[in-house]
């Protein structure tokens, strides 16, 4: 069984910061991207940040200069620090892994819980 655990999100003035982290548990063999998505209310969910294993990273255009994904391999773990937050970042945020959990299964993409951000004065 594998598990994704976010931590981190709650409420910050605008031009704060935060920093959310996601740790993997369970059988797990590797795990290949991690990433962050967000869904604000009323919209769609929304690619935030993908990482590779080796450390390439992806941007969604209104994130960039402002949030950084990373990730640590030993512990399983992805990060995003975030700074100079506005309240259009308020938003549900979801992290995700794709793990192999032995050498004859495929890769799946698992999901954390969410959790939830929210910039307000």
């Known amino acids: 069984q594998v598990q994704l655990v976010e931590s981190g999100g709650g409420l910050v003035q605008p031009g704060g910061s935060l920093r959310l982290s996601c740790a993997a548990s369970?059988?797990?063999?590797?795990?290949?991207?991690m990433g962050w998505y967000r869904r604000a209310p009323g919209k769609q969910r929304e690619l935030v940040a993908t990482?590779?294993?080796?450390?390439?990273?992806n941007y969604v255009d209104s994130v960039k200069g402002r949030f950084t994904i990373s990730r640590d391999n030993a512990k399983n773990t992805v990060y995003l620090q975030m700074i100079s937050l506005t309240p259009e970042d308020t938003a549900v945020y979801y992290c995700?892994?794709?793990?192999?959990?032995?050498?004859?299964?495929?890769?799946?993409?698992?999901w954390g819980q969410g959790t939830q951000v929210t910039v307000s004065s």
């Open positions: 995700n892994a794709d793990i192999s959990v032995s050498a004859w299964s495929r890769t799946t993409r698992y």
């Open positions: 369970g059988s797990i063999l590797r795990i290949n991207d």
């Open positions: 990482i590779t294993r080796g450390g390439s990273t």
